[in-house]
């Protein structure tokens, strides 16, 4: 990253030196412009001064010494009466005349009679001798578009040495900036190999650094308890399906120390059972993979009242069930897993219940409000929210609970946050009251 930032750093410089170079250069060529113009047109004007004073009557050219040595006075015939040194023996360079009663006239005038020069910048004064028009010209080197060779080659070294030193600044100054970015980085590796409780020291500053650590600490928070979660998840796993395997190993060992004693309907139809629990534990634990992969839900109209009916009608309870059911209550989401939490929450309903379970499906709000209650002992405030982790079975409800893997009311709630939707256990007047919310389907 520093040394990215220091290609950056340098690149950026360059192209804004350079940029402010291309916008500084035509300022420059007007000032120098104007700068030579000026000078041109003060020598034009000392020599038209000192022509009209003296008037002179030889007709010889005669050398001028002036700071611009280029000056030419020329009559009204485009004879030269005289010349500065350098254009002794030249005719007239312009013939370019004042115009109503202006007094100078500016141009460019390019000749081939001067060595090294094409154009030069043209300042001519006029000068009223004997009843006759005179002009004095003054001339001076133009200045070209990029100044000069040497200009150029001058701005493009200090472009590249400033961009050099402000690369090197930003390197050191990247340098020292990232250095507490290089510790948090060490000591998160170093954490993450060794110590899930250590957290990264915060900074004495509140700025982005410190941002960082509470960001970082955060995230190792969330993955510390995500791992213990697993560990906890794998452990009780293990242990719900290491029962049932335990209880067939058992049973088979017995059957064949006592083959002629041996009952083998009996025998077939525990371990059949055994085989269920254990068929059910994994389906479940499938189930939950898929629902934490986030795997895509079909997106279809579900009357909820329907689908109450439809899942009593599959399969008979043992327990007595009263519907509260409103028609027209339609969510849209996946059916398979939505009657995969209702059959969830009836089998819970129905080992905990005493006679009778109740469901109700209701609107309330722009939410489809589906619920299930049972008359059993119910579930006390601070441990509503422990049932729905997984293998969680109160120790109260473990003898009657025996049929249920640990899983069903996790896979529920997470139906129902796929869903954009909540479950939770409200206070109910006998037994647990479990309550869906789902968004009612928008058309």
């Known amino acids: 990253m520093r040394r ?18 291309v916008l500084a250069t035509p300022l420059l060529y007007t000032l120098l412009t104007n700068y030579v113009t000026e000078q041109a047109a003060q020598a034009a004007r000392r020599v038209a001064f000192d022509v009209e004073r003296r008037a002179p009557d030889d007709l010889k050219p005669v050398a001028v010494t002036e700071s611009v040595d280029l000056i030419q006075v020329v009559d009204d015939r485009g004879v030269v009466r005289q010349a500065s040194s350098s254009l002794l023996g030249l005719p007239a360079l312009t013939r370019a005349k004042v115009e109503g009663d202006a007094m100078r006239v500016d141009g460019r005038t390019c000749t081939d009679r001067l060595p090294g020069e094409h154009c030069l910048i043209t300042v001519g004064y006029w ?42 600044v930003a390197s050191v100054t990247a340098g020292k900036a990232l250095e507490p970015v290089k510790a948090i980085k060490s000591e998160l590796a170093e954490i993450t190999a060794t110590d899930l409780e250590r957290r990264v020291p915060r ?13 970082v600490n955060q995230t190792l928070d969330r993955l510390e308890r995500a791992v213990e979660q697993q560990r906890k998840f794998a452990s009780d796993a293990s242990h719900d399906l290491r029962s049932p395997i335990t209880a067939m190993r058992t049973q088979i060992e017995e ?14 139809r525990a371990l059949l059972a055994s085989l269920e629990r254990l068929e059910a534990i994994v389906t479940d634990l499938l189930a939950l993979a898929r629902l934490e992969a986030s795997a895509p839900l079909a997106a279809e109209p579900v009357d909820l009242a329907d689908l109450v009916q439809e899942e009593l009608a599959r399969r008979p309870r043992t327990k007595r069930v009263r519907r509260g059911l409103s028609p027209g209550v339609v969510v849209s989401g996946d059916r398979i897993r939505l009657s995969r939490l209702l059959t969830n929450l009836l ?78 256990i409200e206070d109910s007047d006998l037994g647990a009251r479990f309550v869906l919310q789902i968004p009612l389907r928008s058309d």
Not at 4 to 21: E, I, K, N, P, Y
Not at 203 to 215: F, G, K, N, V
Not at 411 to 418: Q, V, Y
């Open 127 to 168: 000068v009223p001798v004997r009843g006759e028009s005179w002009m004095v010209y003054a001339y001076a080197p133009d200045v070209h578009y990029y100044i000069s060779l040497e200009y150029v080659l001058g701005m493009l070294l200090g472009v590249l040495a400033v961009s050099l030193v402000t690369a090197n």
């Open 347 to 424: 089998d819970n309903a129905e080992r905990h219940a005493e006679s009778t379970i109740r469901v109700t499906v209701r609107a309330h709000g722009g939410l489809a409000v589906l619920e299930v209650i049972d008359d059993g002992e119910g579930i006390p405030p601070e441990h509503r929210e422990k049932v729905f982790q997984r293998f969680v079975r109160l120790d109260a409800a473990r003898s009657r609970d025996a049929g249920g893997t640990g899983l069903g009311l996790p896979i529920a709630r997470e139906i129902a946050g796929a869903h954009n939707g909540s479950l939770t």
């Open 4 to 21: 990215r930032l220091t290609v950056v750093t340098l690149l950026t410089t360059l192209c804004a030196g350079l940029l402010g170079v």
């Open 203 to 215: 900074s004495t500053h509140q700025d982005e650094l410190d941002d960082l650590a509470r960001t």
């Open 255 to 268: 059957a064949l120390l006592y083959p002629n004693d041996t009952d083998w309907p009996e025998t077939g």
